[in-house]
C-alpha cells in the first residue's frame, strides 16, 4: 500500500505494546476496505476482504521484521556505542517508582523467546561467521484463535473444491462454522 511508508516510520524504535499492534493491524484493513470500496457497515469479515485483495496481513510482520533486523545490527557493532547500552539496559541510575513500562528490549524477547544474553549471542555468532544467516522464531503475530480460523476456512474451501470436482452431494453442515463443522482429520 501506499501509506505504508508513513505508517512504518521509525518503527524500529517504537515500543509495541498490545493496543499499537491492534492499531496497526486496523489501519492495514482499512486501507484494504478503502481501496477495495468495501464499506465498514457492509458486515464483511476481514479474512474476506483478505482474500478478495489476494493478501495477507502484513504490516505488523514487516514492523517486526525491521525492528529484529535494527536490532541485530545495533548489536554487532563493536565497542561500547550510546545504543548498545540502552538497549541492553546498562544505563546508570535507578528507575522510577512503580510498576515498570514495556521496555524496547521486552519486545525482542516476547518475540524471539530468547533471553537477552543468548539473543546477543546469536547476533555476536553471525558477526564472526559461525552463522550464516540469522534466524528467529516465528514472529508469532496471530493468536491461536486467528490460525484456527484460517485452517477451519482453507478445509472449508478444499472440500468446496473437492465437491465442485467429484460432483457429489456435500454435506451441508461440514461447512457450517461453530458447532457442527467437522475438524480435518490427518
Known amino acids: 500500500m501506499l501509506v505504508w511508508p508513513v505508517a512504518t516510520y521509525g518503527c524500529e524504535s517504537r515500543i509495541l505494546r498490545k493496543n499499537e499492534e491492534t492499531r496497526l ?10 481501496i477495495l470500496q468495501v464499506s465498514w457497515t457492509a458486515k464483511k469479515t476481514n479474512e474476506l476482504v483478505l482474500n478478495k485483495a ?9 514492523v517486526k521484521a525491521r525492528k529484529l533486523a535494527y536490532y541485530g545490527h545495533t548489536m554487532r557493532k563493536q565497542g561500547s556505542c550510546l545504543e548498545k547500552e540502552i538497549m541492553q539496559g546498562t544505563m546508570p541510575g535507578a528507575r522510577r517508582r512503580g510498576r515498570p513500562h514495556t521496555a524496547w528490549m521486552d519486545n525482542i524477547k516476547t518475540w ?3 533471553s537477552v544474553e543468548e539473543s546477543t549471542r546469536m547476533t555476536e555468532d ?12 516465528t514472529l508469532g503475530s496471530r493468536t ?4 484456527r480460523r484460517t485452517e ?3 478445509y472449508r474451501l478444499s472440500r468446496l ?3 465442485r470436482q467429484q460432483k457429489f452431494p ?5 461447512l457450517l462454522p461453530g458447532r457442527f463443522a467437522k475438524k480435518p482429520t490427518r
Do not use: Y
Not at 126 to 137: F, Q
Open 126 to 137: 553471525r558477526d564472526n561467521g559461525e552463522c550464516t544467516s540469522m534466524v528467529w522464531p
Open 54 to 62: 489476494g493478501v495477507k496481513r502484513e504490516l505488523l510482520d514487516t
Open 152 to 154: 477451519q476456512n482453507t
Open 161 to 163: 473444491k473437492q465437491h
Open 25 to 34: 493491524d486496523t489501519f492495514e484493513m482499512k486501507g484494504l476496505r478503502k
Open 170 to 174: 456435500i454435506k451441508l453442515f461440514l
Open 112 to 114: 524471539t523467546g530468547l
Open 144 to 147: 491461536a484463535k486467528e490460525q
